[in-house]
């Protein structure tokens, strides 16, 4: 087997491939950006595909002025560096209502903050396709989910009545008003992402890496306080522990865990031995069963 | 998800660097929940250590409220995926999963069994390179299983695995086994899906899923993983040369401009020759650019950005191709379709086809019969349902460049979208450009034998109607030739009918270009005259260049071998050049024209011609006193 059979080249040239077909088929295409391990892969894959040109699409950041002050500071030095064209949406009417995870709970923080902020910044934008990070193997209901996913005027996903997805020959066309969510990293799984992480030297956020950070310990739940609008409950006091994050999102919805590994292979070793799976440390899946199918039909990404 | 390698707790890097270089299988496994699918794939993730506790725990609640096996974890319970799903208890669409062991990493597309859902096998289908097909060893090879294999079969799969479960159920009897195995081969004869993989197991228990079965010691092949992981299945099994369509044409500045894409077929290297289609010109490539650097080559699979030393005119769904071995090009297209909306289509649907070639509107023309996916045999079809498959002809409005799917998957294969709704109705996989040969006339019409007889006719005019088709690349001669014929036939009292392909163009072919196909079609009108002038008892000489070895015998099946008289008018290259009656040549030589046969395509050389003149040595009178002594001895003449 020589290097260009290896799953990783393969799983490269789809994306890229995947890309390429947006750009051709869409009008006004952009790319979520969520700051990410995720997003850093799918940036890079999209540098490779239209090298040696600009990316022809601007990046988007829902802002919900709640995520880690490490993630806005890497996002913004990301987009200067690359020279990338990056937009910023909050939910104005959200934040003038001072919705926040801790008094509303995240189920209705993250339909405010992160839902309808998306949807106002597609809408805005009068973006046709959108490109989104997510795996088929982080969760139940994305197993299912195309790589080009019809959303209908309202961004809803409705799984029974997706477009069937043969071969490698997208359909990408909408009608005004309707768009396409694509993920190019569909067919990636976890170790995947972070072993391409690694071979191709990526920049990602530094609260991957193991690190003594101040959190505070709820049930097992290991909350990071990284600003001082934090809620202790009382009693609580942050302490500081050894913790890393393995997903990334809103910090008082991110749980963390207590680890050690400071380097890409010793975090990639503490995955392979992990025995619960990735998106147990996100808050919002836990609400109840089958959640993220309901926050995805109603446009969620 | 990755499995439990001893290498992981004390050499991680080395471990990343052996992950790092395993290939990458697809596998579609097909079957019904009642054979027990979800519950092998489960058992495949489970024995390899790839299920994470907390969904174990997840699993283990419930398969309280919703498992089928008691108190055990009910492995088929990870496998469903929407919440509908779940509380009815099937699967109703495509689920992709990943795993990966010591050797190799898997996509598995999980495919329903239920009949309604052949269009979500299909989509499966597409992107696999193997199939499981599981058979339920107490129902032994059901309509289902042959379905799932004919399925596969027509989607170019050429790998098969059939998993004969619930061994547990009939004893792990290894006769029920052979049984079974027998039945199905004898009935996979017919299909292309090259040598079968028939192993027995209990995806329940366990046995020959991950280890081999120590109950069914009596079966000495591997079990379904170490089949999995040590199969060849190629990823390029292609049978075409280079086909690389472009997907994007990149300018970010003025001195680049790139042509990006990923190679369908063969190789591509820095200074091969190329041909851009539909253009025809000829190029070579200057750089195969990447992000990572420029590349020497780049093979089937990878996407690249192609520079060409020519200032060629290529656009987005145009195709670089090696000079000597060319996709087909047509508009009308025989296929393999199968709808994929609750709608039906009839013949005279507008459609939208994509593919390789971007998009075109395009029309179902005709259905030529539908395909019992259970016995492969054809069924007549005045429409296309829901998961139906079906042999039709699509006609594009755009000329198409493709290659028979059989040939080449990517170049091979179409989706049909709606024009108003822009949903993906249907897919289909090419067999080759359609012949207009092969229509069916439209309608009730019927024929009105004439009550003169040939007889009569033969007497009153003196001579055996024939066809004498001079064929031949341009300059031969062939006009030239027809006219001297004629001349030299109605002086001898002969009646006759002298059809030239250039004067077809100025009147009945005007509507026709000169690709192959509607050459084909030109000449097919023009047998279609011969033959009602020779029931008339005419003599036809047909000047026409007719490249086709195949279509010229198409003029021989229709106006019927015994009056059909084929010469072959040839000269040699210079002399042809030297005449060039046309202009055709010098057009080629400035890259103006394409389709060219002898030029820019192949002109064959009829191997069966009645007659070979070399125009160039001998004279026109000596070439029609050789054409009239044959039809002579054929007795056309009308002496015999």
Redesign the interface.
């Known amino acids: 087997m020589t290097a260009r059979d290896s799953h990783l080249h393969r799983l490269e040239a789809e994306s890229i491939h995947i890309m390429r077909e947006v750009v051709a088929q869409c009008a006004r295409p952009v790319m979520l950006y969520s700051i990410g391990k995720d997003s850093s892969v799918m940036l890079h894959l999209a540098r490779k595909a239209f090298a040696p040109g600009p990316l022809p699409f601007p990046l988007l950041h829902i802002d919900t002025t709640w995520k880690f002050r490490e993630m806005i500071a890497f996002r913004d030095r990301t987009a200067e560096e690359l020279g990338v064209e990056l937009l910023v949406h909050t939910n104005q009417d959200g934040l003038a209502a001072g919705i926040n995870p801790f008094d509303h709970g995240s189920r209705n923080y993250t339909d405010v903050m992160k839902t309808q902020a998306l949807r106002q910044a597609l809408d805005r934008g009068r973006f046709d396709a959108a490109f989104g990070g997510a795996r088929r193997d982080e969760e139940r209901s994305r197993a299912k989910e195309r790589i080009f996913s019809f959303r209908d005027r309202h961004h809803r996903w409705d799984p029974k009545n997706q477009r069937p997805e043969l071969w490698s020959l997208y359909n990408a066309r909408v009608h005004p008003g309707e768009s396409m969510r694509v993920f190019p990293l569909s067919n990636w799984t976890e170790l995947d992402v972070w072993l391409y992480v690694w071979r191709e030297e990526i920049p990602i956020v530094p609260l991957y890496h193991a690190a003594p950070r101040p959190v505070v310990d709820r049930d097992g739940v290991l909350v990071m306080v990284d600003d001082d609008r934090f809620r202790f409950a009382p009693g609580e006091e942050a302490e500081e522990r050894w913790v890393r994050f393995r997903t990334l999102g809103c910090y008082p919805l991110s749980g963390a865990v207590e680890s050690r590994a400071t380097t890409l292979p010793e975090i990639i070793q503490e995955m392979l031995l992990a025995t619960r799976s990735e998106r147990e440390g996100r808050v919002i899946d836990h609400d109840q069963s089958g959640s993220m199918e309901e926050k995805k039909r109603e446009g969620y990404f | 998800?990755?499995h439990q390698s001893p290498l992981?707790?004390t050499d991680?890097?080395a471990?990343?660097a052996e992950?790092?270089?395993?290939?990458?299988l697809r596998v579609l496994t097909c079957g019904s929940v009642d054979d027990g699918k979800s519950t092998l794939i489960g058992r495949l993730l489970h024995d390899t250590n790839l299920i994470?506790?907390?969904?174990l725990a997840?699993l283990t609640a419930d398969s309280v409220t919703s498992g089928t096996t008691g108190d055990r974890p009910d492995l088929a319970l990870l496998m469903?995926?929407?919440?509908?799903e779940?509380e009815q208890g099937i699967t109703?669409?495509?689920?992709?999963?990943?795993f990966?062991t010591s050797r190799r990493?898997f996509?598995l597309a999980d495919a329903p069994g239920h009949e309604q859902y052949t269009?979500?096998m299909?989509?499966g289908a597409?992107?696999c390179q193997l199939a499981v097909i599981l058979v339920d060893a107490s129902r032994g090879v059901l309509d289902q299983t042959r379905r799932h294999s004919t399925i596969a079969s027509l989607l170019g799969i050429r790998h098969v695995v059939v998993a004969v479960n619930k061994m547990d159920l009939v004893d792990y009897s290894r006769e029920r086994f052979e049984q079974i195995r027998d039945e199905y081969l004898r009935f996979a004869e017919d299909l292309e899906i090259g040598e079968p993989y028939l192993l027995p197991i209990s995806a329940l228990e366990g046995d020959n899923v991950v280890t081999s079965s120590a109950v069914m010691d009596w079966f000495d092949g591997p079990p379904l993983l170490t089949h999995l992981e040590t199969v060849d299945a190629g990823?390029d099994a292609s049978a075409t040369g280079l086909r690389f369509p472009v997907?994007?044409v990149?300018?970010?500045?003025r001195r680049?401009r790139?042509f990006?894409?990923?190679v369908a077929s063969g190789t591509v290297a820095v200074g091969d020759r190329v041909v851009a289609l539909p253009s025809g010109v000829a190029t070579t490539v200057a750089r195969i650019?990447?992000?990572?650097g420029d590349l020497h080559a780049a093979?089937a699979?990878?996407?690249v950005?192609l520079t060409l030393d020519d200032e060629v005119d290529v656009s987005?769904g145009d195709l670089l191709v090696a000079a000597d071995d060319r996709p087909h090009r047509a508009h009308d297209l025989d296929a393999v379709v199968v709808w994929?909306s609750s709608q039906p289509a009839e013949p005279g649907r507008q459609l939208?086809l994509?593919?390789?070639n971007g998009l075109s509107n395009a029309s179902l023309r005709t259905i030529r019969h539908r395909v019992d996916v259970t016995t492969l045999a054809p069924v007549p079809a005045a429409s296309l349902s829901l998961n139906d498959i079906a042999r039709c002809t699509i006609t594009a409005e755009r000329e198409l460049l493709f290659d028979a799917y059989r040939d080449n998957?990517?170049t091979g294969?179409?989706?049909l979208?709606d024009r108003l709704t822009?949903?993906?109705v249907g897919?289909g996989m090419v067999v080759g450009p359609a012949s207009r040969w092969d229509e069916e006339p439209s309608g009730a019409m019927q024929h009105h034998p004439s009550e003169v007889t040939a007889d009569e006719r033969r007497a009153r005019l003196g001579q055996r109607p024939a066809t004498i088709l001079l064929t031949g690349m341009t300059g031969a001669g062939k006009s030239t030739l027809a006219l001297a014929l004629e001349r030299r036939l109605f002086d001898l009292g002969r009646t006759l009918l002298r059809l030239d392909g250039e004067e077809l163009r100025l009147g009945l072919s005007r509507d026709l270009g000169f690709s192959l196909e509607e050459r084909s079609e030109s000449l097919r009108r023009a047998a279609e005259i011969a033959r009602l002038a020779n029931q008339q008892g005419l003599i036809v000489v047909v000047a026409v260049q007719a490249p086709q070895g195949e279509v010229r015998e198409r003029i021989r099946e229709l106006v019927g071998t015994d009056r059909f008289v084929e010469v072959h008018l040839d000269a040699a290259d210079e002399v042809r050049r030297a005449r060039d009656p046309n202009g055709l040549y010098r057009a080629a030589d400035r890259g103006e024209l394409a389709d060219i046969p002898g030029v820019t395509v192949t002109y064959e050389v009829p191997v069966n011609a009645d007659l070979r003149l070399d125009t160039g040595a001998a004279t026109v009178a000596a070439c029609v006193d050789a054409i009239v002594a044959l039809l002579g001895e054929r007795g056309v003449l009308g002496d015999g």
């Not at chain 2, 992950?19 to 990458?24: A, R, V």
């Not at chain 2, 994470?52 to 969904?55: L, R």
């Not at chain 2, 469903?80 to 509908?84: E, P, S, Y």
């Open positions: 998800m990755a992981i707790a991680v890097e471990y990343l992950h790092e270089h395993k290939d990458l994470y506790e907390d969904q997840a469903d995926g929407l919440k509908a779940r109703i669409d495509v689920a992709y999963r990943y990966s990493t996509v269009r979500n299909v989509t597409s992107t990823v997907q994007l990149r300018r970010p500045d680049f790139g990006a894409g990923t650019v990447t992000a990572d093979h699979g990878e996407a950005t987005r994929m939208l994509q593919s390789v998957p990517v294969s179409f989706i979208v822009n949903v993906t897919a």
